[in-house]
């Protein structure tokens, strides 16, 4: 499975960012997905997830009420909404999928990782 990570880019803070997660290769529609992120001198965090089914979410504390998950399972692509962008927010940003619908906030539990976009919130 390839994972390709879509729509990063430099926003003023309190804008908005669309990022798009296309999986190629074997449908993984039937395993969580989800997002992490980087920030420079960070580790990695967990941003948010999705079940297969799309019912189910989970942020972290940190982006909750400001960004939003979802997927399209037909496109095989998951969506993350980032509104009220903080500069904070400014990170590398992976999308990850699972092929099991566990639900799990460790980076190491997931079984594919994508590339990585760059989003930079600017104050």
């Known amino acids: 499975v390839q994972l390709q990570a879509f729509g990063g880019g430099l926003v003023q803070a309190g804008g908005s960012l669309r990022l798009s997660c296309a999986a190629s290769?074997?449908?993984?529609?039937?395993?969580?997905m989800g997002w992490f992120r980087q920030a420079p001198g960070k580790e990695r965090e967990f941003v948010a997830l999705?079940?297969?089914?799309?019912?189910?979410?989970y942020y972290a504390d940190s982006v909750k009420g400001r960004f939003t998950i979802s997927r399209d399972n037909a496109k095989n692509t998951i969506y993350l909404q980032m509104n009220s962008l903080k500069p904070e927010d400014t990170a590398v940003y992976y999308c990850?999928?699972?092929?099991?619908?566990?639900?799990?906030?460790?980076?190491?539990?997931?079984?594919?990782w994508g590339q990585g976009t760059l989003v930079t919130v600017s104050s």
């Open positions: 990850v999928a699972d092929r099991t619908s566990k639900y799990t906030i460790q980076g190491k539990d997931y079984d594919y």
């Open positions: 999705i079940s297969w089914s799309g019912g189910t979410t």
């Open positions: 290769g074997r449908t993984v529609s039937s395993g969580t």
